[in-house]
């Protein structure tokens, strides 16, 4: 099979180009940028005063292809096996080293280390697609892409990179290892310990929840290395499934993204040299901060896709297929405005995601945005998916095809990666700072 992100390799520079020359200025926006447009808050060091604005969801000629390759990737290869995957709660490995086959694990990495060197709009755009096929599949993706591959990138030294990243883009699945049984919201009270040794940490404790541990080879864990300096002597570390030590307590059972692997982690005096760490020692809660930032664009990328991808399942049935009273129920007035606000949703929330793609891509500040495409992608996701299954009445209902595993899905959008509260909280910190004289 022919890598997507190989086939759009030579054009990506060309595309990335051609955009940046036609774009308009941004400067006169940005010139008057006051308290008020708080959402397109000052840039920082990017000079994009010779770009002409576009639709915020116009895609480079590359990203374009992502997009159209991965949805039909999605629809020829994940579509058969969703229904089953979800019932039997467990990712088709077939899939995973599909993913690999196309590239789809290292969007980000630099060819240098086998990766596919494109953008971050590039990753959002295959989260989105693949979610709106299986929202498993694309959660794969999304922690692996936007979490784990990007810590390394972030904050590896050479060494760091030439060791994982190489992994990472051609067959290792990684987990990002933060929050445990105690500490969710309020994630850096964690309590997984790292001591030094001679050579290298012991880190001793559990997390919860990691997303991917079934697939996973590398795990990025996050653990306090001097607890009596709080949150400051949280440090990130990689640990190797096969370390002595280190086990997969538990398989969650879950309402929804159920081929998607949830679990607890036990870590018993696993021993992992100096090399091992990420970054410097005490930054864990900087990268974690960071990190899950640009991470809450890809979970709403996620949500947008699936409640497209919940749209299309039931306009398709609404508009082809069901008759009641002598016509198409997509014919009653009262089916067709339902259907157009929910459509008009998706594509506000699929504005946020790419506004916010759009501002760090460019250096600007975007976790206002990021947290606001989050809260919304995944209100909408709940909402959309919610009534798609209503639309579609009592096959809506059933487990034959994606209506109910969609409304199922959903829920978790408001979960993970800062619940939908701790969203809220971020937007009015943030607009507080504005606003106070
Ligand atoms: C399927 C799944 C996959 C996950 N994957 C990962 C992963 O890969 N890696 C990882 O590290 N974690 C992962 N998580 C963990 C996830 O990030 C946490 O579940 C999330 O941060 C919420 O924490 P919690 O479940 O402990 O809820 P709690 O923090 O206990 O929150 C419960 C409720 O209290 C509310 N609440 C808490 N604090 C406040 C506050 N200050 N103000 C207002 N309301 C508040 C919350 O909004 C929520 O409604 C995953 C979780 C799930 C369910």
Partial sequence: MASITRALRPLSRTATSARLITRPPLSTRLAVSTHAFSTTSRRRDVDLSGLTPTPITFLSETEALMSESVSKFAQEQIS??????????????????????????????????????????????????????????????????????????????????????????TGTVGSFCLSEPASGSDAFALKTKAEKTADGYKINGSKMWITNAMESGV????????????????????????????????????????????????????????????GEEGQGYKYAISILNEGRIGIAAQMTGLALGAWENAAQYIWNDRRQFGQLIGEFQGMQHQVAQAYTEIAAARALVYNAARKKEAGQDFVQDAAMAKLYASQVAGRVAGSAVEWMGGMGFVREGIAEKMFRDSKIGAIYEGTSNIQLQTIAKLLQKQYTR
Wanted: glycine share 6%; proline share 5%; hydrophobic share 45%.
């Fill in 80 to 169: 058969p096996k969703v229904r089953d995957m979800d019932e039997a709660e467990t990712m088709d490995p077939a899939v995973v080293e599909q993913l690999f086959e196309q590239g789809l694990m290292g969007v980000e990495i630099p060819e240098e280390y086998g990766g596919a060197g494109m953008n971050f709009t590039a990753a959002i755009v295959a989260i989105e697609e693949l979610a709106r096929v299986d929202p498993s599949v694309s959660v794969l993706v999304d922690v692996h892409n936007t979490l784990v591959n990007t810590s390394i990138m972030k904050y590896g030294d050479a060494q760091a990179k030439r060791t994982w990243l190489p992994k990472l883009a």
């Fill in 219 to 278: 795990f990025l864990v996050f653990a306090n290395l001097d607890p009596s300096k709080g949150y400051k002597g949280i440090t990130a570390f990689i640990v190797e499934k096969d370390t002595p030590g280190f086990s997969i307590a538990k398989k969650e059972k879950k309402l929804g993204i159920r081929a998607s692997s949830t679990c607890v982690l036990n870590f018993d005096d696993v021993l992992i040299p100096k090399s091992n760490l990420l």
